[in-house]
């Protein structure tokens, strides 16, 4: 039946069994009797063996309509088409089933002349909508086609036409085009049932961005390197050819497993350029805005670094760089762009206050407006507020463990020495008797270091449990009076449920400290406290500092090694678990000459210690930059009422949901804004009455400003299911492109009800009939 025709629900073929209902109810209702012999029948029957005959061709043709519309009502269910080969195919409608993709991507903002690629790509839609009939029962699904792919309409011409006219601006998303042809598949897929083949017209309007169509696991690069021409051309020479897997580690690409899948049903998507005329359109665009390096605070200066990047294929010189800090504007930098490159404008800025930061920066327009600012929120954070609990003063500083720390956190120690500089921590000593204290309780300090202390009180046990539990880090380092089985009686716990990550164990020392020593055998140079030490300069401060003596530990099995020994058991140095909201980390030797020499290495212990303070302070906030249709939550220190979403066109909607507490009304979780309340790039806030503002950014995809076409030569090499509107126009008209396949199935509906009329008439009409002559 392939070329001749087929059905389209061949199981549904199953329904001309229907059929028999009219001959069975036939036969059922045929009249039994017993013959009586009448002297006075003789006359009647004379008289019925005349219409007999008559009779009962009447209602075998009663019967044969009936039976015809039940089996075209089955056929026309069951969709029979036809081919060009066909001897019916002169009966085919000429319905039409048109899916039309509309590029709704950021890329799609370019204006060359007075319209925007978008606009050029609604006037088209509008154009090819038109040419639709309703009244023969074409159909029109619009699809806009962005990160997540939208259907506006999948009805009538009309009903089409008027979502096109609410539509004015391209969202600021990319084409995910994988996932607007996984749409499209669905609808051919329904379309085709059991044919094997779709009729179903496909249109994507689009301006052909290259990175669209040209999945990055096929070019095998860095997502966000730009690459000059030649580099793009060697990339596309090196992609895999239909067919091959796009890699060792997985199969195609889900854009080419779409295609082919569409290939399989006959369908063909048929692509139609509204970009620019160039192949690589001059366009300037902001990479990023970020702070360079560690933003240690307020009143410490940073660098703000802008990234801008250039699409085009020339440099461009003196490009103007603005910067704005709350809504203040800083002196312009200048910068030059190499082609297809990058460059970078550098601001230094000192925040005077902690908290939120609005950071914009801008390029003077050009003909994509969109690339060109970009929104960065930036929290600074307070001062760290450490308490250095003390269990072993020593007689000097070179002795005394938390003098150490306090000299590393702290320099200027004296609080009255005139002209102190601003610092990222706020240092105070105490005795491990203040953890059993009111006072304790209502600190609220940032990071908690128990230095060589013996044994806790009972009663300071709890405290430091909730405190850790609600954000506050702990830092324990060891030392000569540390009592192991105290401790372990009071913090540890084998399920997992006291503060300490490991047990302590055995306390180990060298033999000779002028013999021998331990140090630091490997270490996980990734983890932010020891990252510094991962440059094979730094190495060495780590890994060759003489450590005489620690306790054995034996971690839990959810704790992490971030650092061991080399003895022979490669004992952990230094051993990190989360618990609850904080974190516990357990240096388990000193660093004071004690243990370690340590102290004699200022650059190791200062990195050491400003990293294991900032790192157990948990400086991490909730995502404040978020990309466009991305949902976002966050977290404030007041309860929140009557919240209000504002967007950056000035709108402003009530934020439905109620805010979350995280524990003792300290802190709450707001309701999170969906993804379908971001999905403009710029300045977002939440607004609360009786508090500030918080603020987020929705950052535009920087490669969204690579304008970068494929020509209609490289289109068709990439899939045969892909045809550009030039190939389809040398081919044959639009409408020669689609498949040769028409349905029947309207005439057969049509012709069912024709003959349930005419045997409801003709059934009446007898029956009136009959009835007379009786």
Same mark, same amino acid.
């Given at each position: 039946?392939?070329a001749?025709?087929?059905f389209?629900?061949?199981g549904?073929?199953a329904?001309l069994?229907?059929v028999?209902?009219?001959?069975i109810?036939h036969?059922?209702?045929?009249?039994?009797?017993k013959p009586?012999?009448w002297?006075?029948?003789?006359?009647?029957?004379a008289?019925?063996?005349?219409?007999?005959?008559r009779?009962q061709?009447?209602n *075998?043709?009663?019967?044969?309509?009936?039976?015809?519309?039940?089996?075209? =009502?089955?056929?026309? #269910?069951?969709?029979?088409?036809?081919?060009?080969?066909?001897?019916?195919?002169?009966?085919?409608?000429?319905?039409?089933?048109?899916?039309?993709?509309v590029?709704?991507?950021?890329?799609?903002g370019?204006?060359?002349g007075?319209?925007?690629?978008?606009?050029?790509?609604?006037?088209?839609a509008? @154009? *090819?909508?038109?040419e639709?009939d309703?009244?023969?029962?074409?159909?029109v699904?619009l699809?806009?086609?962005?990160?997540?792919?939208?259907?506006?309409?999948?009805?009538?011409?009309?009903?089409?036409l008027?979502?096109?006219?609410?539509?004015?601006?391209p969202?600021?998303?990319?084409?995910?085009?994988?996932s607007?042809?996984?749409?499209?598949?669905?609808?051919?897929?329904?379309?085709?049932g059991?044919?094997?083949s !779709?009729t179903?017209?496909?249109?994507?309007?689009?301006d =052909?961005q290259?990175?669209?169509f040209?999945?990055?696991?096929?070019?095998?690069?860095?997502?966000?390197?730009?690459r000059?021409?030649a580099?793009r051309?060697?990339?596309?020479?090196?992609t895999?050819?239909?067919?091959a897997?796009?890699s060792?580690?997985? $199969?195609?690409?889900a854009?080419?497993?779409?295609?082919?899948?569409?290939?399989?049903?006959?369908?063909r998507?048929?692509?139609e350029?509204?970009?620019a005329?160039q192949?690589?359109?001059?366009?300037?665009?902001?990479?990023?805005?970020?702070?360079?390096?560690t933003?240690?605070?307020?009143?410490?200066?940073c660098?703000?670094?802008v990234?801008? *990047?250039?699409?085009?294929?020339?440099?461009?010189?003196?490009?103007?760089?603005?910067?704005?800090?709350?809504g203040?504007?800083?002196?312009v930098?200048l910068?030059?762009?190499?082609?297809?490159g990058r460059?970078?404008?550098?601001?230094?800025v000192?925040?005077e206050?902690?908290?939120e930061? #609005?950071?914009?920066?801008?390029l003077?327009g050009d003909?994509?407006?969109?690339?060109d600012?970009?929104?960065?929120?930036?929290?600074?954070?307070?001062?760290?507020?450490v308490?250095?609990v003390? $269990?072993?003063p020593?007689?000097?500083?070179?002795e005394?463990?938390i003098?150490?720390?306090?000299?590393?956190?702290?320099?200027l120690?004296?609080?009255a020495?005139?002209?102190r500089?601003?610092?990222?921590?706020?240092?105070?000593?105490?005795?491990?008797?203040?953890l059993?204290t009111?006072?304790?309780?209502n600190?609220g300090?940032?990071?908690?270091?128990?230095?060589d202390?013996? !044994?806790?009180?009972?009663?300071?046990?709890?405290p430091?449990?909730?405190?850790v539990?609600?954000?506050?880090?702990?830092?324990?380092?060891?030392?000569?009076?540390?009592?192991p089985a105290?401790?372990?009686?009071r913090?540890f716990a084998?399920?997992?449920?006291? *503060?300490?990550?490991a047990e302590?164990?055995?306390?180990?020392?060298?033999?000779?400290r002028?013999?021998?020593?331990?140090?630091?055998?490997?270490?996980?140079?990734?983890?932010?406290?020891? !990252?510094?030490?991962?440059?094979e300069?730094?190495?060495?401060?780590?890994t060759?500092?003489?450590v005489?003596?620690?306790i054995?530990t034996?971690?839990?099995?959810?704790?992490?090694?971030?650092?061991?020994?080399?003895?022979?058991?490669?004992a952990?140095a230094?051993?990190e678990?989360?618990?609850?909201?904080?974190?516990?980390?357990?240096w388990?030797?000193?660093?004071?000459?004690r243990?370690?020499?340590?102290?004699e290495?200022p650059?190791?212990?200062?990195?050491?210690?400003?990293?294991?303070?900032?790192?157990?302070?948990r400086?991490?906030f909730?995502?404040?930059? #978020?990309?466009p249709?991305?949902?976002?939550?966050?977290?404030?220190?007041q309860?929140?009422?009557?919240?209000?979403?504002?967007?950056?066109?000035?709108?402003?909607r009530?934020?439905?949901?109620?805010a979350?507490?995280?524990?003792?009304?300290?802190?709450?979780?707001?309701?999170? #804004?969906? $993804?379908?309340?971001?999905?403009?790039?710029?300045?977002?806030?939440?607004?609360a009455?009786?508090?500030?503002?918080?603020?987020?950014?929705?950052?535009l995809?920087?490669?969204?400003g690579?304008?970068?076409?494929?020509?209609?030569?490289?289109l !068709?090499?990439?899939?045969?299911?892909l045809?550009?509107?030039?190939?389809?126009?040398?081919?044959g008209?639009? @409408?020669?492109q689609?498949?040769?396949?028409?349905?029947?199935?309207?005439g057969?509906?049509? @012709?069912?009800?024709a003959l349930?009329?005419?045997?409801?008439l003709?059934? @009446?009409?007898?029956g009136?009939?009959r009835?007379?002559?009786?």
């Amino acid at each position: 039946m392939g070329a001749l025709g087929g059905f389209v629900n061949a199981g549904l073929l199953a329904g001309l069994a229907l059929v028999s209902i009219p001959l069975i109810i036939h036969l059922l209702n045929r009249q039994r009797h017993k013959p009586l012999r009448w002297a006075a029948m003789r006359f009647v029957q004379a008289a019925w063996r005349k219409t007999r005959r008559r009779v009962q061709l009447e209602n *075998l043709l009663l019967l044969f309509l009936r039976m015809a519309a039940v089996a075209l =009502l089955a056929l026309a #269910v069951a969709r029979p088409f036809t081919g060009a080969a066909s001897p019916l195919a002169g009966l085919v409608e000429s319905r039409r089933d048109l899916v039309l993709l509309v590029d709704g991507s950021a890329s799609m903002g370019w204006r060359e002349g007075v319209e925007t690629s978008f606009e050029k790509a609604l006037h088209r839609a509008r @154009a *090819l909508i038109r040419e639709l009939d309703a009244g023969r029962g074409d159909r029109v699904r619009l699809v806009l086609c962005t990160g997540t792919p939208k259907l506006l309409s999948w009805t009538t011409p009309d009903q089409a036409l008027s979502v096109l006219d609410t539509l004015s601006a391209p969202a600021d998303e990319p084409l995910e085009l994988a996932s607007a042809l996984g749409e499209v598949l669905q609808y051919a897929r329904e379309d085709a049932g059991g044919a094997g083949s !779709s009729t179903l017209e496909v249109r994507l309007l689009t301006d =052909l961005q290259r990175r669209a169509f040209r999945a990055e696991e096929e070019l095998g690069q860095a997502a966000s390197a730009p690459r000059s021409g030649a580099e793009r051309l060697a990339a596309r020479d090196e992609t895999p050819p239909a067919g091959a897997p796009a890699s060792a580690s997985g $199969g195609r690409p889900a854009l080419l497993e779409a295609l082919d899948a569409l290939a399989a049903l006959s369908v063909r998507v048929l692509v139609e350029d509204f970009g620019a005329s160039q192949a690589q359109p001059a366009n300037l665009g902001i990479g990023a805005l970020e702070p360079l390096g560690t933003l240690l605070g307020a009143g410490l200066p940073c660098d703000i670094a802008v990234e801008v *990047l250039n699409h085009g294929a020339s440099t461009k010189h003196g490009v103007r760089v603005i910067l704005e800090i709350d809504g203040e504007r800083r002196p312009v930098e200048l910068v030059d762009v190499p082609a297809r490159g990058r460059a970078q404008a550098t601001f230094q800025v000192v925040f005077e206050r902690p908290g939120e930061h #609005v950071l914009g920066a801008r390029l003077e327009g050009d003909r994509l407006p969109v690339d060109d600012q970009r929104q960065h929120v930036l929290p600074v954070p307070p001062p760290i507020a450490v308490l250095l609990v003390n $269990g072993s003063p020593g007689a000097t500083l070179e002795e005394d463990e938390i003098g150490l720390a306090r000299a590393v956190l702290e320099p200027l120690a004296d609080d009255a020495a005139p002209g102190r500089e601003p610092t990222a921590f706020e240092v105070r000593d105490a005795s491990p008797d203040l953890l059993a204290t009111p006072e304790f309780k209502n600190l609220g300090y940032d990071v908690i270091w128990l230095a060589d202390v013996e !044994s806790l009180p009972a009663a300071a046990v709890e405290p430091l449990e909730r405190a850790v539990a609600q954000g506050a880090g702990l830092i324990v380092s060891l030392g000569p009076t540390v009592n192991p089985a105290a401790w372990n009686t009071r913090l540890f716990a084998r399920d997992g449920s006291g *503060l300490m990550p490991a047990e302590l164990g055995e306390h180990t020392a060298v033999r000779s400290r002028r013999e021998e020593y331990y140090r630091v055998g490997s270490f996980q140079a990734e983890h932010p406290v020891l !990252s510094f030490f991962a440059d094979e300069r730094w190495k060495a401060l780590l890994t060759e500092v003489p450590v005489y003596e620690f306790i054995a530990t034996r971690p839990l099995p959810d704790a992490q090694v971030l650092a061991s020994f080399d003895d022979l058991a490669h004992a952990p140095a230094l051993v990190e678990r989360s618990y609850d909201r904080g974190r516990v980390l357990l240096w388990t030797t000193t660093i004071s000459p004690r243990w370690s020499r340590l102290a004699e290495s200022p650059r190791t212990l200062v990195p050491l210690v400003h990293e294991l303070v900032r790192h157990a302070a948990r400086r991490e906030f909730a995502p404040r930059n #978020v990309a466009p249709g991305e949902p976002l939550t966050a977290e404030v220190t007041q309860f929140p009422r009557s919240l209000e979403l504002a967007r950056p066109d000035g709108t402003r909607r009530p934020l439905d949901g109620a805010a979350q507490d995280l524990g003792e009304g300290r802190r709450w979780r707001l309701p999170a #804004v969906p $993804g379908k309340e971001t999905e403009r790039a710029g300045l977002y806030r939440i607004l609360a009455e009786g508090a500030a503002p918080l603020s987020f950014a929705v950052q535009l995809d920087a490669r969204e400003g690579d304008l970068d076409r494929l020509d209609p030569r490289e289109l !068709s090499a990439l899939h045969r299911a892909l045809v550009p509107l030039e190939q389809a126009q040398a081919g044959g008209s639009a @409408a020669e492109q689609r498949p040769e396949r028409g349905e029947l199935w309207r005439g057969l509906a049509w @012709a069912a009800l024709a003959l349930l009329m005419f045997e409801t008439l003709w059934a @009446a009409f007898l029956g009136r009939r009959r009835e007379v002559r009786r």
